[in-house]
């Protein structure tokens, strides 16, 4: 059988993209050096184009014909190896690329997996209910900050509104007793009333009014917290007397 068709030939593995790609650059590369021998020949004949005369400037010319056709064969060679060269990096771009997307694509698969099983282990429900038990603590504590920095000294029957219309009766007062000539003394009694103005409301008096000596008054009556004077308290002896 084989006599008649013929033994079939091995020839062995298919070549790869690169072993081609080292055989067309390896055919570049001489085609190169063929051209770059050329040149240096073109370049001596025309050196010595420029010297001769005649016949032998005719003989010149034509080898330098023949010259620049070979160096034009090389060169129509070398762009024929860089197409070849072009299409086979194209090739093997392709190639490499599609390596590349199956193990991004295998990775994903992987990661989808591991995601998959993640999830199995949280549960939608309880994240809510974390998620509202933390909110609820917060309004909480924001109630138990309210309650701490409560003002207790000041009674809730207390308005602004009542304490701006006092301070404006004091204003009035205090205008009255200035169109009067009424003064208070060292000791803040007024010459009529009697009653102490509040250290805060009390003039200034210049350096020279101070060093002067003032006579004795009566003693001031405590203010509460408010700057209004505090009533009077019986002593226990007058109380008895009463009894």
Do not use: W
């Amino acid at each position: 059988m084989n006599r008649i068709f013929g033994k079939k030939k091995d020839t062995g593995p298919a070549p790869s993209l690169s072993d081609a790609g080292a055989r067309v650059d390896e055919r570049t590369r001489n085609l190169d050096e063929k051209i770059k021998v050329l040149d240096q020949e073109l370049l001596r004949h025309k050196h010595a184009l420029a010297k001769a005369k005649g016949q032998a400037a005719v003989n010149i010319k034509r080898r330098a014909m023949e010259t620049l056709k070979r160096k034009k064969m090389y060169e129509a060679q070398r762009d024929q190896l860089a197409g070849q060269q072009f299409n086979i990096e194209q090739t093997n771009f392709t190639i490499d690329s599609i390596k590349d997307t199956q193990t991004t694509v295998q990775a994903m698969k992987g990661a989808n997996k591991q995601i998959k099983s993640e999830f199995k282990k949280m549960n939608i429900s309880e994240i809510e209910d974390t998620i509202d038990d933390l909110a609820d603590y917060m309004e909480d504590m924001n109630e138990i900050n309210d309650i701490m920095g409560r003002s207790y000294n000041v009674g809730d029957e207390i308005d602004e509104a009542d304490l701006d219309a006092e301070l404006a009766c004091l204003d009035d007062e205090l205008a009255a007793m200035d169109e009067l000539g009424i003064d208070d003394d060292a000791g803040g009694i007024t010459a009529t009333a009697g009653t102490a103005r509040p250290s805060y409301l009390a003039p200034s008096r210049p350096a020279a009014a101070q060093s002067q000596v003032a006579l004795p008054a009566a003693p001031a009556r405590p203010l509460d917290e408010y700057g209004l004077p505090v009533a009077p308290t019986r002593e226990p002896a007058q109380q008895q007397q009463i009894m």
